[in-house]
């Protein structure tokens, strides 16, 4: 399948600072099935008439009741951002809250923020597979190599 037939999906790597990130903020899924108890980034399906940035910032208000600014994406392997299946891509964001607190309103049970530092309590989250390897360039962008030692 071509890049341009996947759906579209988007997701936001929400971070303390854009300048000098040293939290991540992660959600863990409660829906679908395959998926309840695994972490993932916040975001979700981009709707027709919307473009990847809008859709991204109304699906983190509607999954953790916060407004975000988004800062540098995660580049991808393809066009469309990291495959996730053989029909979806997610492109993926850093993003600062700016307004509100962090719930889990939909489709999330539990909220967590995670030191960037402590690369192996992020790396050991039981993570949803095909977010993983976006996990690993998000460390691999923030992290200075020295506190990989």
Known sequence: MTDTARKQIVGAAIVDSLTAPSRLL???RTAPEQFAGQWEFP???VEPNEDDVEAL???VREELGVEVRLGAELEGPEPGGWPLNDVAS???WLAVITAGVPAA???HDELRWVGLADTGTLRE???IPADRPIVDALLDAVVPVE???
Do not use: N, S
Request: hydrophobic share 45%.
């Open 43 to 45: 975001g979700g399906k």
């Open 147 to 149: 506190d990989l030692a």
């Open 90 to 92: 997610m492109r993926v």
């Open 57 to 59: 910032q109304r699906e």
């Open 26 to 28: 992660v959600a863990r």
């Open 125 to 127: 989250l039981p993570w």
């Open 105 to 107: 309103l939909q489709d």
